[in-house]
């Protein structure tokens, strides 16, 4: 399996290092192990060269890398299942079938870095002016929901502060008629919402179907099969680009707006011609998660 080296043999054989790739992967507890504590952990105290360098020479050998866990929604098998069939029942979709999706979703934005900053940096370096983030303590944030099908963007709605969380009431007062009016204008269109608690609640469920909104059956904790979610991820890096990491709520409100709007038809084109691989990542992973 592994391809042998000239010159010094390693101090850990190949077989003891099968056994040592098993015990690493078994578990979650076992992956966010330090390699300098698998000594301590795992019972091979009979290797007489079982030490953290060792160790680490040989889980580097096999392709092993310490990285930053992706954080990723929990999947239980009823909602693995539910993946699944949903991936296989729209994995054959056309274009022109997504087109008829109204995708939506709500994301919270706030002013500053958003993602994790990677730096080239070498032994000693860590505190180097260039090689830090600067803590700041951000004050100010927006609700932010907005919609889109095939190559067009739909209404946004900004979440004033005044109308408090997004729960079922505020969803069918401030949401609902904005979705429905959306959708009278474009009765080829249904509509896809998550299962968050403002959206899944009975009188949420209720008010849809009296307006008779055409909807799709989401399966539950499947943010990578909407493709909104990507144009999230594009608007913080447009905020955090173009904008002051500190804003007031109406500098950032401005620079959510002109975020959305820098959204052009060719992204959204890139995510309806996403879709086939997004529910084949989540057939080929038997329901459970994807790198989306």
């Not at 092993?64 to 009823?78: C, D, L, M, N």
């Not at 209404?155 to 609902?176: A, L, M």
């Amino acid at each position: 399996m592994y391809r042998k080296r000239s010159g010094r043999p390693p101090f850990i054989s190949d077989n003891q290092l099968q056994e040592l790739i098993i015990f690493v992967c078994a578990s979650r507890y076992n992956r966010r192990l330090p390699w300098a504590q698998l000594p301590l952990e795992y019972p091979m105290c009979t290797w007489p060269n079982a030490t953290e360098w060792s160790i680490t020479s040989a889980l580097k050998r096999a392709g092993f890398h310490r990285r930053i866990a992706r954080t990723k929604p929990p999947i239980s098998e009823e909602n693995r299942r539910l993946r699944l069939a949903f991936a296989h029942e729209h994995l054959n979709w056309t274009s022109e079938q997504w087109f008829t999706v109204l995708w939506t979703d709500e994301t919270w934005i706030k002013e500053g870095i958003h993602r994790r900053i990677w730096v080239s940096v070498r032994k000693g370096e860590e505190l180097d002016p260039t090689c830090i983030v600067d803590k700041r303590r951000s004050h100010t944030g927006w609700m932010f929901w907005a919609c889109f099908n095939g190559t067009t963007k739909g209404p946004s709605v900004f979440w004033e502060k005044s109308w408090g969380s997004i729960k079922q009431d505020t969803y069918i007062e401030h949401i609902i008629p904005v979705l429905d009016d959306w959708l009278q204008q474009h009765s080829e269109l249904h509509l896809m919402q998550n299962n968050a608690p403002g959206h899944r609640g009975k009188k949420t469920q209720a008010e849809i179907q009296r307006r008779k909104m055409s909807k799709i059956i989401w399966p539950p904790y499947s943010p990578d099969l909407n493709p909104i979610e990507k144009i999230w991820d594009w608007m913080k890096d447009y905020i955090e680009n173009v904008f002051p990491e500190q804003m007031t709520y109406p500098q950032l409100r401005a620079a959510v707006q002109e975020a959305w709007d820098s959204i052009t038809a060719d992204q959204l084109k890139e995510l309806i011609d996403s879709m086939h691989d997004r529910y084949q990542a989540v057939i080929d992973a038997d329901g459970k998660q994807t790198p989306y």
